[in-house]
C-alpha cells in the first residue's frame, strides 16, 4: 500500500487523495475480525490472518520530473520572462514597440518559408 506521495520537483504537484471523512473500519467493533477482512487501525492498514490484525507494508512513493523536463521547464519559464519584460518596455517605449512590432512581422515570414521549404522536402522524400 502505498501511504503517501512526494514529489522534489517544483514543476510537479502532488496533492492527497484523502476525502474530508476518515474512511475505515473501527477496531474496536471489529476486534476478532475474519480471516482475509481487512482494516484501517489508525494510520495502518491491517489484514487479518484468521488470528490477529497484521499490519500491511506501505512505502512512500517519490514522483519527479526527468532532468530533460526540468530543462525545459526552465527554458519555458525564463523565455517567458523575457518576453513579459520586452512587452512592458514596449507600453513606455515606441522604439522598443516599432521593433518588437518588426520581430514579429519578420519572424512570421520566415515561419511561412521555414514550412513552405519543409513541405517540399518531405514531399521529395
Known amino acids: 500500500m502505498i501511504r503517501s506521495i512526494t514529489s ?3 514543476w510537479v504537484t502532488v ?8 474512511m475505515y473500519i473501527d477496531s474496536h467493533k471489529v ?4 480471516a482475509g477482512q481487512v482494516r484501517f487501525n489508525g494510520s495502518d492498514f491491517q489484514v487479518n490472518d484468521g488470528n490477529s490484525w497484521t499490519n500491511l507494508p ?5 514522483v519527479e520530473t526527468s532532468m530533460q523536463a526540468q530543462d525545459a521547464f526552465q527554458w519555458v519559464v525564463k523565455k ?5 519584460e520586452v512587452e512592458e ?8 514597440a516599432s521593433a518588437l512590432e518588426e ?5 512570421a515570414i520566415a515561419e511561412e518559408r521555414l514550412n513552405i521549404v519543409v513541405a517540399l522536402v518531405k514531399e521529395q522524400a
Do not use: D, H
Open 8 to 10: 522534489n520537483s517544483p
Open 15 to 22: 496533492s492527497n487523495g484523502y476525502g474530508t471523512g476518515s
Open 31 to 34: 476486534q476478532q475480525g475474519i
Open 58 to 62: 506501505s512505502s512512500y512513493a517519490t
Open 80 to 84: 517567458m520572462s523575457q518576453e513579459r
Open 89 to 96: 518596455l514596449a507600453k513606455s517605449s515606441q522604439a522598443v
Open 103 to 107: 520581430y514579429r512581422a519578420v519572424m
